[in-house]
């Protein structure tokens, strides 16, 4: 396709009940592209953000990772999984607090083992450990009935521990025994007097506190298996709703642009053409024929007519000219109706980086790259799948011209035998290649053939220099913008002039001369470069003819007049970078192949042998990657203010559909 596909507005209005299950059909079908975000939330999105929150904060306990975005086969949720969500966050929530209880427990009892331990050989009397920096110590009477109860009031604040016979000694933090002794009191505690002189900490206090410990993390030791076992039970559930959830909130934030009543949303976007019949169909299907569509031309539309609204463009190609749709819309992506330069970049970019970078070998090595990145090669490098085509492509590019130069792996022995065969079979003038980019590296080369084939890529440069300005012309009798289209310096009149200096260049370089016949050339498109805007304003009956005056109407005829030179002189000489790069790869290789040679040559032994192998690899690899990527910016280059500065003065809106998940890498 020359022309981005036709589009329609559509109009869909769609009761309230089922506004879900139409937005998640077009977030599926990925077919209507909504306006800009408004911002704003739909009155549900707040719950929505709690619950994925809960959920995020679960998985987090968890060491589990929530997808970021909507899975291909989630589902809109609805009660089950809310109430699912709710019982899997409870879940998680009360082992979260029993291990916070659990880790408080046995660093508490920790603490109080290591200094009673401290103390536990001190010859020292029992009372006077009460006045300890960090014990506080009761001994005393307790009902086995509420000794229970008081360790559950004291929590964290304080250790009791049974001494048989219904004796239990306290044991809690200096700063708190105060509060000690008051809940001790309400459980009619009944103090036991330590006989005067007893000496140290009783073994029955270690003992227990020693229990007490090894209890708290045998706690935490089945804690820590139950927050594994809930992890590998709950991990594909979690993730299926936190999913889920997110496309509820994806449809709440769409929903919070459209125009809506309480019962009754209107949902309007594009979507292309030949879409639209197959999106009536099934959204008559899914909603029992609940939904009205209503579609209209973009001429329909007065936002369009007037333009204050752009139709969004969407190109549709086969899987080569495909991959090259990033060059352009990095650029920008082109009006809609216009022409559509993908399939002329897919070529160019081909052709121009086959000529920089010819070499049998490392042709085959980026063609092998491209096999190993697409849909049938390694999974590993499935993720770069989008470069796929584009490297087969120039791959085979470089593996043809390097057939011509007669390169393999920088190596130029290789293929001179059949190139001979074939030169001499079609012309019987046997040579070592077909294409000298080289004189030197022959005997009897002549730089004359270097000469050609600079010719040779300006000619190419002409070629796309013409064809962006034929383009130009093309959209602006589209737009009817007929004074850019004709009188403009890349219109009809900058195309005229820039062919009949280019004829008159041809004819001098193959032995003509110029003609005064050709000033009346060359005058006719200056005069209309110049006096266009005026000649326009004639035709068009406008007044004033000279809209800003006359002097500055001259001032910028002449200034006009010197850039479209300057342009076009510097857009066609730039094209001999494209001989400069396929030189300097040619450069490259001979000093690798030769240096190479030499290290191999007889005498040297394995050691040379050796070397010259390596540095053959080192110096392959090497030019591939980083001449690799210099060819590639430098094609981009070319395309990018050589070819799309004619024609892309105003670019329009990619087409990008309401989906749910992020736009697959193709």
Same mark, same amino acid.
Request: charged share 15%; proline share 6%.
């Given at each position: 396709m020359i022309r981005p596909r036709k589009m329609k507005r559509i109009e869909l209005t769609v009761l309230k009940s089922d506004v879900n299950a139409v937005i998640e059909y077009l977030g599926r079908r990925e077919?209507?592209?909504?306006p800009e975000s408004r911002g704003g939330e739909g009155k549900d999105s707040a719950r929505i953000r709690d619950i994925l929150d809960t959920l995020r904060a679960a998985a987090e306990f968890l060491a589990l990772k929530l997808p970021a975005e909507p899975e291909a086969d989630s589902v809109m949720p609805g009660e089950t999984e809310e109430a699912q969500s709710e019982k899997i966050c409870a879940a998680v929530e009360a082992l979260k607090n029993r291990e916070i209880e659990a880790v408080k427990q046995r660093q508490r009892v920790g603490e109080t083992f290591s200094e009673a331990r401290a103390f536990s050989n001190l010859n020292a009397p029992f009372a006077d450990l009460d006045q300890l920096s960090y014990l506080t110590l009761r001994v005393g009477r307790l009902d086995p009935k509420s000794q229970l109860e008081l360790r559950q009031t004291l929590s964290d604040r304080a250790v009791i521990i049974p001494l048989g016979e219904n004796r239990i000694l306290a044991a809690g933090s200096r700063k708190g025994r105060f509060a000690l002794d008051s809940e001790l009191k309400k459980y009619s505690f009944e103090p036991i007097a330590i006989p005067e002189g007893y000496q140290g900490i009783p073994a029955e206090m270690l003992h227990g506190l020693e229990g007490q410990l090894k209890a708290a993390e045998k706690e935490l030791a089945e804690i820590a298996a139950e927050k594994e076992r809930m992890k590998s039970e709950a991990a594909p559930d979690m993730r299926r709703l936190a999913a889920s959830w997110l496309m509820a909130l994806a449809a709440e934030q769409l929903k919070a642009q459209f125009t809506a009543t309480e019962n009754i949303y209107l949902l309007s976007g594009?979507?292309?053409?030949?879409m639209v019949p197959a999106i009536a169909a099934d959204l008559s299907k899914l909603s029992a024929g609940r939904v009205a569509i209503r579609a209209y031309k973009p001429d329909d539309i007065p936002e369009v007519r007037d333009g204050t609204e752009k139709v969004p463009v969407s190109l549709k190609h086969g899987a080569f000219v495909k991959s090259f749709e990033g060059v352009v819309f990095s650029y920008g992506a082109p009006l809609y109706g216009t022409i559509d330069p993908t399939p002329l970049v897919a070529i160019f970019f081909t052709i121009l980086f086959g000529i920089m970078f010819g070499d049998v070998g490392q042709g085959f090595v980026l063609f092998l790259a491209g096999l190993l990145t697409s849909k049938r090669g390694l999974k590993s490098f499935a993720r770069f799948g989008k470069y796929s085509s584009p490297l087969i492509a120039v791959g085979i590019a470089s !593996?043809?011209? *390097?057939l011509l130069n007669g390169e393999v792996f920088t190596m130029e022995e290789l293929l001179v035998a059949p190139t001979r065969m074939i030169t001499a079979a079609i012309t019987g003038d046997p040579a070592d290649r077909i294409l000298t980019i080289m004189p030197l590296a022959e005997k009897g080369g002549s730089v004359k053939k270097l000469f050609y084939f600079? *010719?040779?890529?300006? *000619?190419?440069?002409?070629?796309?220099?013409?064809l962006g300005l034929i383009i130009n012309i093309v959209n602006g009798c589209i737009m009817k913008k007929y004074e850019s289209a004709f009188f403009s310096k890349t219109g009809l009149a900058g195309l005229l002039l820039f062919w009949y200096a280019i004829f008159i260049a041809l004819r001098c370089v193959f032995g003509g001369r110029f003609e005064y016949a050709d000033f009346a050339g060359l005058f006719f498109p200056v005069f209309c470069i110049?006096? *266009?805007?005026?000649?326009?304003?004639?035709?068009?009956?406008?007044?004033?003819v000279f809209e800003h005056g006359i002097m500055t109407f001259i !001032?910028?005829?002449?200034?006009?007049? %010197?850039?479209t030179a300057s342009t076009y002189i510097s857009n066609t000489?730039?094209? %001999?970078r494209v001989g400069a790069f396929a030189l300097s790869h040619a450069v490259l290789s001979y000093i690798v192949f030769r240096f190479s040679e030499e290290l191999a040559r007889p005498g040297t032994g394995p050691a040379g042998s050796l070397s010259a192998l390596l540095i053959m690899i080192f110096g392959n690899a090497l030019i591939i990657v980083l001449e690799g990527m210099i060819v590639a910016i430098q094609v981009v280059r070319l395309q990018y203010y050589e070819f799309f500065s004619k024609f892309f003065t105003e670019t329009g809106v990619e087409f990008s559909p309401f989906r749910f998940r992020k736009k697959a890498e193709q």
């Open positions: 077919a209507i592209h909504f594009w979507a292309p053409e030949d !593996m043809i011209m *390097g600079f *010719g040779f890529t300006i *000619g190419i440069g002409v070629i796309l220099n013409s110049f006096f *266009g805007p005026a000649l326009w304003r004639c035709i068009a009956r406008e007044k004033p !001032m910028e005829g002449f200034v006009e007049i %010197l850039e000489v730039s094209f %001999l």
